[in-house]
């Protein structure tokens, strides 16, 4: 069977595709990936043959730092995936399609775009949710603009939720994580994309490692986070790798105290089993890599999914929450020397993780891929 597996944003998009589609390739079906062409080396990467789809998305500008606003968010949903990136996928996919000629589609859950080709095609396509929480993408937000583009392509209007879930939705978040509004599907086993371990022997192992990151979007937009995190981890006694993305160098830093290390991009899979606890901006990935792993969380939401996930680690136990225009370099190290010492952070990131373990693997979703190919299932 041929499959395509396509992702609207960035490698949060990207990520929570891939061990389904290896899976699907050890399985024995043929699979493309179709994402934007700033991602196309990623998916190389990954091993798998890469396909355009799409224009550039990501904010790739350095940005001042703004106070969280879930109505801007929420706007620039309407606007950006719901909108003009949905309607730039669907053009390419469909040429994209006509040319791979796949028998079934995959997509992540922003891709509305690729929903509204696999409709018109008649293709069966499965769903993959990408934001852990569930809480933010919301149907009166998304309806009018995806409704537009349903009329532009001959489609009949729909309530954005029954598109999105017209045939299988796969989820590889633990269903206790959700919020309980939140629509779930099958769900999966988070399984990181890259988990070899990388090399931090630099580090004295007696010492605890602080993994810290601030995602590879909103780092471009994160003022002077970066500057106040890191001299909130000075006077601690810990290890910290921190990554600053693709887009920033590691020099644009002042030097640091030997047991903080800045680098560029790492992927977190090779760095989290090594790890303490985590320090990020709450991006959907970065929180299930840590909770996949039993690590407790400093969270600094700045935008998107981030508070939502945020929250649900707040009410369950996970971790602690700071503000990203007032954390102060004191509250940052009062947060980490917290989570990292109070044992009820890492017993209930410890539950979550077996949860996560108790999920059936990937291999499970190519079973139900195969099924919704072969007619066997029904629509939600």
């Known amino acids: 069977m041929r499959m395509l597996f396509t992702f609207a944003g960035g490698r949060g998009h990207l990520e929570p595709l891939v061990p389904i589609a290896r899976a699907a390739q050890g399985a024995g079906h043929t699979v493309a990936v179709a994402g934007q062409a700033l991602l196309l080396e990623a998916v190389r990467a990954f091993g798998f043959a890469a396909l355009t789809a799409g224009a550039r998305v990501g904010r790739l500008n350095k940005s001042p730092l703004l106070?969280?606003?879930?109505?801007?968010?929420?706007?620039?949903?309407?606007?950006?995936?719901?909108?003009?990136?949905?309607?730039?996928?669907?053009?390419?996919?469909l040429a994209v399609c006509a040319e791979w000629r796949p028998d079934l589609l995959v997509c992540d859950e922003f891709d509305f775009g690729a929903m509204i080709v696999a409709e018109r095609l008649g293709l069966p396509h499965a769903t993959v949710l990408v934001s852990a929480a569930g809480s933010f993408v919301r149907k009166e937000v998304i309806a009018d603009p995806l409704n537009m583009l349903r009329a532009d392509h001959g489609l009949p209007p729909d309530d954005a939720v029954a598109m999105t879930a017209r045939h299988l939705v796969l989820s590889p978040f633990p269903p206790r994580f959700r919020d309980p509004a939140a629509p779930g599907g099958e769900n999966l086993r988070w399984t990181p994309a890259d988990a070899a371990a990388a090399e931090v022997s630099e580090f004295t192992k007696k010492r605890p490692l602080l993994y810290v990151t601030l995602g590879t979007v909103f780092n471009l937009e994160s003022g002077d986070l970066f500057q106040r995190v890191l001299a909130g981890l000075r006077a601690l006694p810990a290890n910290a790798l921190v990554t600053v993305g693709e887009q920033l160098s590691p020099a644009e830093l002042a030097e640091q105290p030997a047991h903080i290390r800045i680098a560029g991009f790492i992927p977190q899979g090779k760095i989290l089993p090594q790890c303490s606890a985590v320090l990020s901006h709450g991006g959907s990935g970065t929180v299930m890599g840590a909770l996949a792993h039993g690590l407790p969380q400093v969270l600094i939401p700045m935008g998107a999914d981030q508070p939502h996930n945020a929250a649900r680690c707040v009410a369950l136990g996970l971790g602690l929450v700071l503000d990203p225009i007032v954390a102060t370099p004191e509250m940052v190290r009062a947060a980490v020397a917290t989570v990292l010492s109070d044992p009820a952070y890492r017993l209930a990131a410890g539950r979550m993780r077996d949860d996560i373990a108790a999920l059936p693997p990937p291999s499970h979703a190519v079973a139900l891929l195969e099924r919704l190919s072969a007619g066997r299932t029904t629509s939600c």
């Open 67 to 93: 106070p969280p606003e879930p109505e801007r968010e929420e706007l620039a949903l309407a606007r950006s995936y719901a909108g003009w990136i949905a309607r730039g996928r669907a053009a390419d996919l």
